[in-house]
């Protein structure tokens, strides 16, 4: 028996919209609640990149920081509504992200992965060095949660708007990978010598991508920023890049659920570790090695794999009941 | 020139040619694994402070000498590689593409050994230093340097030229470069490729504990030094060209000279930041680096 995949998402949209109401009593489960949502709309974006495109940008964390600190200063200094401040802020952000990755868009592989962890390195000590803005090592804190109405936007109304937008993302990323235009990200990725050959644009493609992907990065940030009410260099590091690709690859790299399944198992964890902040390095270090060298298809990948042999089994003893009867 | 010129062009000299040293060691280290297993060792920078914080729990809690210390990491630094080679490194010998996966593996490895080092010796003291192994000054002129600066400094140059010589002359440096070159053509003339990586991987890891404990006797250390160090050994093995050794020793020693005249003005946090524009510009307009291998 098979699953449609429709029915599946339709089941994972309900669950993540009755979750909040779930959590609601909770403060501290809420709280878990509305980071999951955040982490499962970054990891969306990176599995849009790392997953469908190819390449591992290890700049995620420094774009989404771009577009938090903008949106922080939008609202502050010049007294925007979040509203309007999140779009202009994520908006500024994929800019940002587009003009870091133009120069990036020849290199491959290894030497993009490297390059993006300069940039990342280079945003990091922005954000130390230019405290006009973002103040430095200290942090912004009480960043006032997003205005709704006259009011401001809380509580169960503020996590069910992150369940909202996550889904949205993920929504948007099952559709986008379906249209041609996904179907060239894939292209890319399995030969980009071919894909040029075939008549794909790829330096567009790739430009197109990394638009979009530093709008997720971007979305995801000034919601963390309003969601957390604190931000520092550390909340866009490359430890956080690093965290959003490991969810990426623990749970599947290329397919809808993946990032969904490791999202779920991997970003509630620092919270229950909360006292123990460098176990969580060592333990997402471990995580990292172990999914590299022994499941590069992730949670899902091994699933898929399993089920397929099951699958051959099956057939195969079929045949022989033929052969039998 | 006045005394006060030579004192600073002495003291930039002296404290040139240590860092420079030792960046081309770390970064050699770096290069010959890179070139060879196709491996980007991003941890580099942990090895070289694991190195400096073993050598001083020896120093500091067991009360041994420098001497005893460094020789003591250094076999310990050996046994790690080869303990890491069998259980993590081999894996992946024969993945195409397999430097990606390497990078993150060893971005892993830093992570682990970040926390196991804010756990520990975070806890236990901001700023490390070793005895020195031999006292006393030497006068070069009107300046200066401490007896044990003087040895380090000449240990390694020493290092440098040993492994050059090592890389030139010695068969297994002529077949570590044969595998460089082509590794299926090696394995076709009788080069045992599997052993020259587990062999490399030693080796270079091993020059990264050395350049450590070399850095730890010639200056004091915090845990900040392996950010530093890794973002160096990198930006040297891009620019200088990636595999050659070469490169290393020629982009090192520059770092080097630009660390000891950038101190004078600013602080080394700004060498830093241009080692990483440097980075930066040869990455996205010549990949290869200056020095093709």
């Known amino acids: 028996m098979k699953l449609h995949s429709k029915t599946i998402l339709g089941l994972f949209v309900l669950m993540a919209l009755m979750l909040p109401l779930a959590a609601s009593g909770n403060k501290f489960f809420a709280f878990v609640l509305g980071m999951t949502f955040i982490s499962l709309l970054w990891a969306t974006g990176m599995n849009l990149m790392y997953g469908y495109v190819g390449l591992m940008p290890l700049m995620f964390a420094g774009v989404a920081g771009v577009a938090g600190y903008a949106m922080v200063h939008f609202t502050r200094t010049l007294g925007w509504s979040f509203w309007l401040a999140m779009p202009v802020a994520s908006l500024l952000a994929a800019a940002v992200g587009v003009a870091l990755g133009l120069p990036s868009l020849r290199l491959k592989g290894f030497y993009f992965t490297l390059c993006s962890l300069v940039i990342q390195t280079v945003l990091t000590l922005a954000f130390i060095f230019f405290p006009t803005y973002t103040n ?21 109304g503020m996590d069910m708007m992150l369940a909202v937008v996550a889904v949205a993302g993920v929504l948007f990323c099952a559709w986008l990978v379906k249209t041609p235009l996904g179907q060239r990200f894939v292209a890319i990725r399995e030969d980009d010598v071919l894909a040029e050959g075939l008549g794909i644009q790829v330096v567009r493609c790739k430009i197109i991508a990394f638009f979009i992907v530093s709008l997720y990065a971007g979305i995801g940030g000034c919601f963390y920023a309003a969601y957390v009410g604190f931000i520092s260099p550390r909340a866009y590091d490359v430890l956080v890049s690093m965290n959003i690709w490991l969810f990426v690859a623990f749970g599947g790299r290329a397919t ?46 091994a699933y898929v794999a399993w089920r397929s042999r099951q699958a051959h089994v099956a057939s195969d003893g079929d045949k022989v009941q033929e052969q039998r009867v | 020139m006045t005394d ?3 004192l600073i062009l002495l003291s930039t000299l002296s404290t040139g040619l240590i860092l420079g040293a030792i960046f081309s060691l770390v970064a050699a280290g770096v290069t010959i694994v890179y070139g060879c297993v196709w491996l980007p060792n991003a941890s580099n920078g942990q090895f070289f402070l694991l190195a400096s914080l073993v050598a001083w729990t020896f120093t500091a809690s067991l009360g041994w000498s420098s001497w005893l210390a ?22 992946l010998y024969d993945t195409p593409n397999r430097n990606v996966a390497y990078f ?54 020493f290092v440098l030229v ?46 990264i504990f050395l350049g450590g404990i070399l850095f730890a006797l010639a200056y004091s250390f915090d845990l900040t030094v392996a950010w530093t160090m890794s973002i160096t050994a990198f930006a040297i093995m891009i620019i200088g060209g990636p595999g050659s050794v070469i490169g290393a020793l020629v982009v090192g020693m520059t770092f080097g000279f630009t660390q000891a005249i950038v101190s004078i003005f600013a602080s080394p946090t700004a060498a830093t930041f241009s080692y990483l524009g440097a980075m930066l510009v040869i990455l996205l307009f010549r990949p290869s680096g200056l020095f093709k291998r």
Do not use: C
């Open chain 1, 136 to 156: 430095g090592d200290t942090g912004i804190n009480q960043v006032a949660p997003p205005d709704w109405f006259g009011g401001e936007l809380t509580g169960l």
């Open chain 2, 4 to 6: 006060a010129q030579l």
């Open chain 2, 70 to 91: 460094a020789i003591a990491v250094i076999v310990l630094g050996i046994g790690l590689s080869y303990l890491l080679e069998w259980i993590l490194i081999r894996r």
């Open chain 2, 162 to 207: 040993a492994l050059f010589a090592l890389l030139r002359y010695h068969p297994y440096g002529r077949a570590l470069r044969a595998v460089f070159q082509n590794r299926e053509a090696a394995a076709l003339r009788g080069v045992d490729v599997r052993s020259i990586y587990r062999l490399s991987f030693v080796l270079g890891s091993t020059i």
């Open chain 1, 256 to 301: 809808i659920a993946g990032p969904i399944i490791g999202t779920a198992i991997l970003a509630p964890i620092p919270f229950l570790l909360q006292d123990l902040q460098a176990f969580k390095d060592i333990l997402s270090g471990v995580l990292i090695i172990v999914v590299t060298l022994m499941m590069p298809g992730g949670i899902y990948g």
């Open chain 2, 104 to 157: 993150v593996v060893t971005l892993g490895m830093t992570q682990i050994m970040t926390g196991i080092f804010s756990l520990t010796y975070a806890k236990w003291s901001d700023q490390f230093s070793l005895p020195p192994v031999v006292d006393g000054i030497s006068m070069l002129g009107p300046f200066p340097l401490s007896n044990n600066r003087l040895l380090v400094m000449v240990v390694s140059l």
